[in-house]
């Protein structure tokens, strides 16, 4: 027999979840940026040529730490710019330095495995952030919401929000590893490496390492907040302002 279905509930509660998507799209939009990588020219070294377009996240308020995925510096890029926006447009433009990178790295042979350091890169920014950033969330479990902010294309100025279903929890290494790794059920556009992935109370749980299109289904993979932190702390020198 079951029972009867109240229609007017579930268009309720599917009303509160998208005020609350927005909202956190709200809080979290001026945090996002555009980082080009570019390259000097030959023949004018001072004229930059952009050679790879990245999304990156403000991590750290009390020193203004822009994080993206490494990957970028495999295109040869030697400068770096941050295009800052209000989520319609482009409003400033600054350069930012690296502090920090990790790439998989690759050990000896006798010990016939791969050490893996997350696909992230650090930059110091001159300008602080709008808002604070957002803390960080619980680990990522199979099921859970999450949310991912960024520029759709390679330089458009407007942010998009794709909202998904982690499918895939895993590890980079083998058990031993610190790092994980977790795959997102939505569709992210060419050049949104390095956007920030957030859950349903806005909390920063990740950041989009690549996205990938396995049998007519869009997913991504994504690199989890615990993991970058703990490469942020461990892996080489400390960074002034990182905290646990």
């Known amino acids: 027999m079951g029972f009867p279905i109240d229609y007017e509930i579930g268009r309720s509660f599917a009303a509160m ?82 502090v920090k990178s990790g790439q998989r790295q690759q050990v000896p042979p006798e010990n016939a495995r791969v050490d893996w350091v997350p696909d992230v890169a650090v930059f110091k920014c001159p300008q602080q952030p709008a808002h604070p950033p957002r803390p960080h969330g619980s680990v990522a479990a199979t099921d859970d919401s999450a949310n991912v902010i960024g520029f759709a294309g390679r330089d458009a100025p407007q942010l998009s929000f794709n909202s998904g279903t982690v499918s895939s929890v895993g590890f980079m290494g083998g058990a031993r590893s610190p790092f994980g790794s977790f795959t997102i059920d939505t569709y992210a556009e060419p050049g949104y490496s390095g956007s920030p992935i957030l859950n349903m109370d806005g909390f920063l749980i990740g950041m989009v390492q690549a996205g990938h299109d396995p049998n007519g289904s869009k997913q991504v993979t994504a690199i989890p907040a615990q993991g970058i932190n703990v490469f942020l702390q461990t892996c080489g020198d400390a960074l002034p302002g990182i905290k646990s």
């Open 17 to 98: 979840e998208q005020e609350r998507r927005k909202l956190i799209f709200n809080c979290s939009k001026n945090l996002v940026v555009k980082i080009v990588g570019c390259r000097r020219r030959q023949e004018s070294p001072s004229d930059l040529e952009p050679v790879i377009y990245l999304n990156g996240f403000f991590y750290s308020d009390s020193d203004p730490y822009i994080l993206t995925c490494a990957h970028g510096f495999e295109s040869g890029a030697t400068d770096f710019l941050a295009l800052m926006s209000d989520g319609s447009a482009f409003n400033a433009q600054v350069p930012i330095e690296l």
